[in-house]
């Protein structure tokens, strides 16, 4: 339920592989919410991400979240 009220979903480090946890980006996307992946390597939800940051989290998220002045 939280996936489809979210307006930002972060996608974390993940192969977007194993269900039911797979489905939840998916369901926050088509509720209309932003989704955002982070990870390494190409997944199968990048073609549903709306922004695919590529890279380990330790070293996205920090850069990120200062982008967004946190």
Same mark, same amino acid.
């Given at each position: 339920e939280a996936a489809r009220q979210c307006d930002l979903f972060?996608?974390?480090g993940t192969s977007a592989l194993?269900?039911?946890?797979?489905? @939840?980006p998916l369901r926050a996307s088509r509720a209309g919410a932003t989704v955002v992946q982070v990870n390494p390597q190409a997944t199968p939800l990048d073609a549903h991400a709306d922004f695919n940051l590529r890279g380990a989290?330790?070293?996205? @998220?920090?850069?990120?979240l200062a982008a967004a002045g946190f």
């Open positions: 972060l996608s974390i194993v269900y039911p946890a797979a489905e @939840l989290a330790a070293q996205v @998220l920090p850069r990120l």
